[in-house]
């Protein structure tokens, strides 16, 4: 099988869903067919979960921020609190594998849109992970690096000319272009394995796009919830990074368990209480300290 042949097969793996939105150009190809998605204007009232709205901060203007928010039918609150991670103050969105055709290990959401005016048309926003995977188990309800052979992959979108270039054309460069944009990249507890950025979308003629990529729960996938961190930027460098943000995802938990991953990550732990043997250890050496106090005044008077 030559390289071409390989990297067409490899494709029909990593085609991503679309949004309803859009309306799709069809290029025949030798070994199939390859669909390359042009982004039509999102509608603010249409939104069946929470997507990861960007922004700029000051228009599509050079050093304008890119920012993220929450957008869904309503406003996302746990527990009737924020959905905030209590420690970074960074924008946690919820994710449930199982809940898209691919299988019980993964989902599309949330996804990822912006609105007219947001960029100029043609402009591309990129993703990188940042850290590790972190796991949530019921049994002792704290947070873990994700267990060796457990990992997060996320399959970004393939900027269409390359992807026109290799599959149609069979341009050598655009291949070797085409292999990295379809690498797979892993989250694991350790680190990230693959490619360290890929793009999540390009912008329509009126600077609007509507995008959801592919997440998968790989290897020993115990139950629990995962949480993976990720940062938008613009590789031109027109726009300032986004603060990161996180995804927390179910894998098998009940909603009440799901519901307390979520609490505590947006909830600040108690202050520890004194164990009672502590506390009366505390309490035996009061008088000792007064004492001693008492003793230091008299000698300086």
Known sequence: MSSGTAIRSRFAWNLRRVGAA????IVAVVLGVFTVPFSAPPARAQSLHFDVEIRTSNGPVAGSALQVSFFGDNALLINGRAALDHSTGYGIWPADF????GGIYSTDDPGFQSFSGTFLAGERIFYRPLGTALHWESGSRTWQAAPAGTSLRIEGTVP????INALVFNDPAALAQFAYYTNPTSITGSG????????????AANG?????????LEGNRPSGAYLAQLQ????SGKYRDSTPFFILF?????????????????QAPLPAVPEPQA??????????VLVRRWFRGRRAA
């Not at 199982?98 to 055709?101: T, Y």
């Not at 506390?279 to 000792?288: E, T």
Request: proline content about 6%.
């Open 232 to 235: 938008l930027f613009d590789p």
């Open 208 to 216: 609007s796009f509507h995008t959801h990529l592919n997440w998968f």
């Open 98 to 101: 199982g809940d898209a055709p």
């Open 192 to 203: 990230i394995v693959g490619p360290l950025t890929k793009m999540v979308d390009e912008a």
């Open 250 to 266: 179910n894998n098998g938990l009940s909603s009440g368990d799901y519901e307390s991953a979520f609490l505590s990550r947006i």
């Open 160 to 163: 269409s000319e390359i992807a």
């Open 279 to 288: 506390l009366w250890l505390m309490i035996a050496a009061l008088p000792i």
């Open 22 to 25: 859009r309306t799709v150009a």
